[in-house]
């Protein structure tokens, strides 16, 4: 028979998995935010495809500790749902920091100050509504995370219409507004898969309460 006390050391393994998931997630959209400073630099490339790798063997981890174990502080369902999402973070940075390597001097003067902001504040925010799962009972400190989340997202997709007003009105040279295209999709991406993450966390957390 398990205890509670088995119940919640099992929790706290796919707790610190998770965790440690959300870790390299930020580290990858920090490593492309950095990319997203001129001049480029590849070894941050180096760096960023090395936290995907991280991540890709925490996620394989926990879905391993998914079999081995038969009771789990959250629903598996919950679990492999949440690891999924954060997963996609770091794929997104990692697409996003392929494309501005590639982009090289065509994106010479282009200031992403404002996106590379919002990426932050987006990972920020999962980042600490994965820690405060630990503590589900402060519903209102995770409900305030995810607040700043959705307003992230919202400000995203508002500042995406300006810039795509400047692609499509003739402000550059066809290529660069092609390539321009791109990396602003990419960069909206990043967030959204924050906010994807956030709404599956809102769900668990709700679920919970």
């Known amino acids: 028979?398990?205890?509670?006390?088995?119940?919640?050391?099992?929790?706290?393994?796919?707790?610190?998995?998770?965790?440690?998931?959300?870790?390299?997630?930020h580290e990858s959209v920090r490593l492309a935010?950095?990319?997203?400073?001129?001049?480029?630099?590849?070894?941050?490339?180096?760096?960023?495809?090395?936290?995907?790798?991280?991540?890709?063997?925490?996620?394989?981890?926990?879905?391993?500790?998914?079999?081995?174990?038969?009771i789990t502080g959250l629903e598996r369902e919950d679990i492999e749902s949440l690891a999924h999402g954060l997963s996609r973070i770091p794929k997104a940075a990692e697409?996003?920091?392929?494309?501005?390597?590639?982009?090289?001097?065509?994106?010479?003067?282009?200031?992403?100050?404002?996106?590379?902001?919002?990426?932050?504040?987006?990972?920020?925010?999962?980042?600490?509504?994965?820690?405060?799962?630990?503590?589900?009972?402060?519903?209102?400190?995770?409900?305030?995370?995810?607040?700043r989340l959705q307003l992230v997202e919202l400000e995203a997709d508002r500042y995406m219409m300006v810039l795509l007003r400047d692609v499509f009105g003739g402000k550059y040279e066809p290529y660069r507004s092609m390539v321009l295209k791109d990396i602003y999709e990419l960069m909206e991406k990043v967030i959204d898969r924050c906010h994807d993450a956030g709404n599956i966390i809102m769900h668990i957390v709700l679920k919970n309460s």
């Open 1 to 25: 028979m398990f205890s509670i006390q088995q119940l919640f050391s099992k929790g706290d393994r796919f707790q610190e998995l998770l965790e440690a998931a959300t870790q390299e997630a």
């Open 33 to 70: 935010i950095e990319l997203m400073k001129p001049p480029q630099k590849t070894q941050n490339l180096d760096d960023l495809i090395l936290a995907r790798r991280k991540e890709k063997k925490i996620s394989e981890q926990i879905s391993t500790e998914l079999v081995r174990t038969f």
């Open 95 to 147: 697409k996003l920091a392929e494309r501005l390597v590639m982009a090289g001097g065509h994106l010479d003067g282009i200031d992403f100050a404002k996106h590379a902001d919002m990426m932050a504040k987006a990972t920020d925010a999962v980042q600490g509504m994965v820690r405060q799962l630990r503590d589900m009972r402060d519903l209102e400190k995770i409900k305030t995370f995810n607040d």
